[in-house]
């Protein structure tokens, strides 16, 4: 194990290893013996950590996930016009999936694949933040700001849809960084929200 493999807390060693491994590999081929010996860790170590490869995967998401859902909590209750929030937000949310593309990507390639019990509660989860971000556009709508004859929950599905699928199309190496893509796609989620 090298230096700084021991001095990175054991848990994050877990997710960073299973995190490669599984984008490398895929979820279904890679196993538990090959995540503990990349991270260096003992079986034992990992279940101390994660009841299973579920648990991993389910956390690999849940990371990303909590820390999209902590900013968008913030733009969404922050100051300033509801336009102004939801274009950071949308921003935002783009550019960090982009920063964190193969947490995404393994999730959306694997999600089929988790216990049933574990696939419900990340939909939930997901659910949750959707519905905060819908809530952004129904301010609008409300205040007239938005456009209001196309429903809310169909602009956040569409917009979403978009997102989900950044991980098929982006690359690092491309023209555009993921925050010049996040600006793009909120110009573009605000363009189709203005008043006819």
């Known amino acids: 194990m090298s230096q700084d493999q021991d001095q990175e807390p054991v848990r994050q060693r877990l997710l960073g290893e299973a995190t490669r491994l599984f984008a490398e590999r895929g979820f ?4 538990v013996q090959e995540i503990v010996t990349a991270a260096g860790v003992t079986k034992g170590a990992m279940y101390h950590y994660f009841d299973s490869k579920d648990d991993l995967l389910h956390e690999i998401y849940g990371r990303v996930l909590r820390m999209q859902m902590e900013r968008l909590t ?4 922050g100051p300033g016009p509801v336009a102004e929030r939801l274009h950071a937000a949308a921003a935002d949310v ?3 999936t982009v920063e964190n593309l193969d947490d995404s990507k393994i999730f959306f390639r694997s999600m089929h694949l988790l216990a049933p019990d ?3 509660s990340v939909r939930a989860e997901r659910r949750r933040y959707h519905e ?3 809530d952004l556009v ?11 004859d196309t429903p809310a929950e169909m602009v956040v599905d569409f917009f979403f849809g978009s997102v989900h699928h950044l991980g098929t199309w982006y690359s690092p190496e491309g023209a555009l960084s993921g925050a010049e893509i996040g600006e793009h796609f909120a110009d573009l989620l605000l363009t189709s929200l203005r008043p006819k």
């Open 118 to 120: 574990t696939r419900k």
């Open 138 to 148: 129904t301010e609008g709508q409300r205040e007239g700001t938005f456009r209001s």
């Open 94 to 96: 783009v550019r960090t």
């Open 132 to 134: 905060r971000f819908r």
């Open 28 to 31: 279904e081929s890679t196993s």
């Open 74 to 77: 913030r733009f969404a209750d």
